[in-house]
């Protein structure tokens, strides 16, 4: 079987998925699109082009967050938000994904609160069971950037409705350079940090930093080029893809783009995705995604 068809038939885990930066070109115009019917204002003053950031792109990554006020426009209303979460999971798992943890901040507009934003993806994620096999969960992030009663409001939100998984944490880390910081995190024990990309002292970070990953085996949700590093170093990760949408990719072409890069066998890419099993914050459906990943690897003998 050749490696794009490969990737794309693999049972795959998405750990690391933000629902705003994971809408697809098609996805925007079927909201432009809705929009436009009603009536609505289009706000965004900008087309596909100025959202997605390519190969080769030269726009840095303050750039890269600022498309982001582009999907904001667009899943504005309670309507738009269930269209974008239910396109975006049936996209996912149209990619061969078994499972994911789409993950959003909670935000308030002029037609929802932040605990109606919540709700509507909880609850498109719930119907989405009515027609997708995947396993679909939600992670409530909190920006860093936004003002304190903000943040405390959204985690209070997410103990509300994270009855069972109160304890759970991911953490963004090292995706920029700032050891202190680092430091800091890992220290916290998170579950699983997300990027990890400045720890290795290589990449920006220290022998302190990478010293106390390689301790604390903590779970990396990866998407840059210090793999091997991770990899080498038996340190649990995953890989994921942040924003399909702005960086025009999918998580089977992360995995060929992984295996080209780093010279993997079909196999250890299976196992890379087994391995992601045991990392899924929801417990209870371990057994079933580790059964499919491995039924897979059975079928094709690796």
């Known amino acids: 079987m050749d490696l ?9 885990i998405e750990l690391h998925a933000h629902l705003n930066g994971s809408l697809s070109q098609t996805t925007m115009l079927h909201l432009k ?10 706000k ?6 100025e959202f997605q950031i390519g190969s080769g792109d030269t726009r840095n990554i303050t750039d890269c967050f600022q498309v982001f006020s582009i999907a ?13 979460t239910m396109l975006t999971l049936q996209e996912f798992q149209d990619d061969g994904c078994c499972y994911i943890e789409l993950r959003s901040t909670p935000r308030e507009t002029e037609s929802m609160s932040k ?3 919540l709700e509507t993806i909880i609850q498109t994620i719930q119907k989405s069971s009515l027609n997708l096999t995947m396993v679909s969960k939600l992670i409530v992030s909190i920006n860093r950037s936004c003002p304190i009663h903000d943040a405390e409001e959204i985690a209070n939100l997410a103990i509300e409705f994270s009855k069972m998984y109160p304890d759970v944490v991911t953490l963004h880390c090292g995706e920029v350079c700032n050891p202190e910081e680092v430091l800091q995190m890992l220290k916290y024990k998170p579950d699983r940090i997300g990027h990890g990309v400045c720890i290795h002292p290589q990449y920006g ?14 779970p990396v949700d990866y998407d840059s080029h210090h793999f091997r590093e991770l990899y080498d170093a038996e340190i ?33 890419l299976a196992r890379l995705s087994l391995n992601a099993c045991q990392f899924m914050f929801a417990e209870e459906k371990r057994k079933l995604l580790n059964d499919a990943v491995l039924n897979f690897i059975n079928k094709n003998e690796l």
């Open 4 to 12: 794009k068809k490969y990737c794309r038939e693999l049972p795959k």
């Open 33 to 42: 699109r809705y929009h436009a019917d009603r009536g609505f204002e289009d």
């Open 44 to 49: 965004t003053n900008a087309f596909f082009d």
């Open 72 to 84: 904001h426009s667009l899943t504005s209303t309670p309507e738009t938000l269930a269209m974008a």
């Open 115 to 117: 605990r109606q934003y």
């Open 205 to 218: 970070g220290t022998d302190e930093t990478w010293s106390l990953l390689c301790q604390m085996k903590i």
């Open 236 to 268: 649990p990760l995953i890989i994921c893809t942040d924003d399909k949408g702005v960086f025009a990719t999918s998580l089977s072409q992360e995995y060929r783009l992984c295996a080209e890069t780093f010279n993997l066998t079909q196999s250890q």
